[in-house]
């Protein structure tokens, strides 16, 4: 592609040449698409990329996937204050509605953000990713030779993009007539580095990437209208407010999943407490019975939810894991087992939630551990109970 557009025009080039007829369409496609989970840092992550490498000279066009079916999209609110600033909306995105039946592997080429490795219905293209850049757990499954193949610790994954195409922004940023899109851009990108870092405070989730990044966009955005403060608390509040979302679009608002063999495991994450979650249920029971439907739907042989909260301003975790088969409840025994003092678990309140050898709720002491650490925990069980098999 290689000349710049405005960034709504990108997106209407992206569906025309995701939507058109077969005969008319270039082959391959190239596709960027985030995680399963589309949090806030997946979706920015797709667009910037894909609309980056498009305005790299010789480079095809690149199209960005939200990794959601067109109806989840409205259970990322996050996403609108992002939207809003940039003139853009939800019906502007493209999503996994969107994409036409693939025939083959040949007519699709992709490359990941915010993951190494395609998961769910998309893992059959795995052969067909091109490169990656990610801040998770190195799954092996993209190639040493790929380009890029960016896999490093950073608080958000937009600001390793940033970092690896500094050079194609830079020179974006010289065409003065761009100047809207490239601040426009720059907010894009700096809303998942403040909301991931927790608005640059959260040191333990950051590298020495982030502030630099996040001044530098800062720097590009030089409004005096615009304060970063501001807009991080815009975001914060909106994705901080569940009430709107029943059970079952919670769990699924920022779910991802693994499988370990034949075993299948699935967490769902929650910014609200565990007892938010039962007292929005009804009761722990019925709490279960969303999550056990959830549970078949998805064909799942463990179920957990992850939340945070800060009740009286004090930061918490809470974890529930369910064994739903006979190899999940061993898989649950073996987290146990392997990870309660790491993670520095503690039986949540009375014990509500806990089905002995079933299923059990902590309240999770190592604040630490996110999904990024817990996922490869629960993991590890799976794959030992796999073993055993």
């Known amino acids: 592609m290689g000349s710049q557009s405005t960034i709504k025009g990108f997106l209407t080039a992206a569906r025309a040449a995701l939507t058109a007829p077969a005969s008319a369409k270039t082959r391959p496609l190239t596709l960027v698409i985030g995680n399963e989970s589309a949090d806030l840092d997946s979706l920015c992550s797709a667009l910037l990329f894909a609309y980056l490498r498009s305005n790299i000279p010789k480079q095809p066009l690149h199209i960005p996937l939200c990794n959601l079916a067109r109806e989840d999209l409205k259970l990322r609110t996050e996403l609108y204050p992002v939207l809003r600033h940039t003139g853009l909306d939800y019906n502007d995105l493209l999503t996994l509605s969107d994409l036409p039946q693939i025939a083959s592997d040949d007519q699709a080429d992709w490359l990941l953000v915010d993951h190494n490795a395609l998961t769910g219905s998309l893992a059959k293209y795995q052969n067909r990713v091109l490169g990656c850049i990610d801040h998770h757990i190195d799954e092996k499954a993209v190639r040493k030779e790929a380009e890029p ?5 950073a608080g958000s994954c937009a600001t390793l993009i940033i970092d690896h195409y500094r050079s194609a922004w830079d020179e974006m940023r010289k065409d003065a007539a761009s100047k809207d899109e490239n601040v426009k ?8 580095i403040l909301i991931d870092s927790d608005n640059l405070r959260s040191k333990e989730k950051m590298s020495e990437k982030d502030p630099i990044i996040a001044k530098l966009l800062e720097d590009v955005i030089a409004d005096k209208d615009f304060d970063s403060a501001t807009y991080y608390k815009e975001i914060d509040t909106v994705k901080h407010d569940i009430s709107s979302l029943t059970i079952p679009e919670i769990l699924r608002k920022d779910y991802k999943e693994w499988r370990e063999g034949d075993i299948q495991l699935g967490i769902s994450c929650a910014v609200q407490g565990m007892d938010y979650l039962v007292e929005k249920a009804g009761s722990a029971d019925t709490l279960y019975k969303h999550l056990g439907e959830w549970a078949e739907k ?13 009740p009286n301003g004090v930061f ?4 529930l894991v369910w064994g739903v088969t006979p190899n999940g409840q061993a898989a649950l025994a073996k987290f146990g087992d392997m990870f309660t ?3 520095q678990l503690v039986q949540l309140d009375t014990g509500s939630l806990d089905r002995p050898g079933v299923s059990l709720a902590w309240n ?6 996110s999904r990024k650490q817990v996922a490869p925990a629960l993991r590890e069980a799976l794959k030992a109970v ?3 098999l």
């Open 149 to 153: 193949r960016v896999i490093e610790h």
């Open 316 to 319: 918490q975790r809470n974890l």
């Open 185 to 192: 851009l720059a907010k894009i990108a700096l809303a998942p």
């Open 341 to 343: 003092d790491h993670l």
């Open 386 to 388: 796999k073993e055993k």
């Open 298 to 310: 998805r064909s799942l042989d463990v179920a957990s939810i992850m939340t945070t909260s800060s």
């Open 364 to 369: 999770q002491k190592n604040l630490k551990a």
